[in-house]
């Protein structure tokens, strides 16, 4: 197999891993982003909830 | 010192370890004079990948006997992370060794030793992750996903020695206690990469490990509102 050929192998493997670990980030930020978001309303929502909290509307 | 082990630093000393070390593959290490020849510039990732998706089973396989002696859910949660991201290494591994193979045996796949019991690996810690997913009690799916942790690391020392014991496969010996059969150089950039591919590791369980401290902070919240 030419030099050529090859590379083409080696960039198709190199831009797999590239590809998954770009993925994985991308779907990791956006869990990291609702689990904060879930958090920050659930926050607000026990604070409103305890006697002395912030008023209801 | 803590700084030293903080996510961003970790992340940042594995850029820094996986850029030299590809860099010095394909610079500084000649092109293999056996058959796979510049295909095998594939092997400074491919190799560390596939290293790194067995010590996070290893890992797991700690944690597991971990949590079934003190019944602690945080080592449940450790080795939940490191199969998912065992799991996450092991599609890498899978496919760019696809790649390779179809470059330098041309074959996408072949049923030796190494590529099936790696196969075997992945297919075990699914089971790991469907049967997590089946149970509904925290407790109850942490000592279950315990012990198939422990029993599914059995094939990991067998893949990892199964191009020793059976060395008619396709697959070549990397890592061995004499001599490694590649150059100096390669060498070198080959463990610069795995330095590299270790560090990634770490800062992805230290950065799971978070995800899952709020999604129990969530759960936590969600709870005191139910009841």
Redesign the interface.
Same mark, same amino acid.
């Given at each position: 197999m030419s030099i050529e050929e090859a590379a083409r192998f080696v960039a198709a493997a190199y831009a797999v891993i590239l590809a998954v670990l770009i993925l994985y980030f991308i779907i990791t930020a956006r869990r990291v982003n609702v689990l904060k978001r879930d958090m920050e309303l659930l926050e607000q929502e026990v604070e409103r909830r305890q006697p002395g909290g912030a008023s209801e509307g | 010192m803590k700084k030293l082990i903080s996510a961003p630093s970790l992340f940042m000393g594995a850029g820094v370890f996986l850029v030299v070390g %590809?860099l010095l593959g394909f610079w500084w290490a000649p092109?293999d004079a056996s058959s796979m020849?510049? /295909?095998q &510039?594939?092997f400074y990732?491919?190799a560390p990948?596939a290293e790194t998706a067995l010590v996070a089973f290893g890992i797991s396989f700690v944690a597991a006997i971990l949590y079934l002696r003190s019944q602690d859910l945080k080592w449940d949660r450790l080795g939940f992370v490191c199969v998912r991201l065992g799991l %996450?290494f092991s599609?890498?591994v899978m496919?760019?060794g696809m790649?390779?193979g &179809?470059? /330098?045996w041309d074959t996408w796949w072949a049923w030796e030793p190494r590529l099936t019991t790696f196969l075997l690996v992945c297919f075990l810690y699914i089971a790991y992750w469907v049967l997590r997913s089946v149970v509904e009690e925290e407790q109850r799916r942490a000592t279950y996903a315990a012990v198939f942790a422990i029993i599914a690391f059995i094939d990991v020392p067998i893949t990892f020695f199964a191009t020793r014991f059976l060395p008619e496969g396709l697959h070549p010996v990397v890592i061995t206690t004499g001599d490694t059969g590649m150059e100096g150089s390669m060498f070198a950039s080959f463990f610069i990469s795995m330095i590299g591919m270790t560090l990634l590791l770490v800062a992805l369980i230290r950065?799971?490990l978070v995800?899952e401290s %709020? &999604?129990d902070?969530?759960a936590d919240?969600?709870h &005191?509102?139910g009841g």
């Open positions: - | %590809l092109v020849g510049f /295909s &510039k594939i990732y491919h990948i %996450l599609v890498m496919i760019t790649i390779w &179809k470059a /330098s950065s799971e995800v %709020l &999604k902070r969530v919240l969600k &005191k509102i």
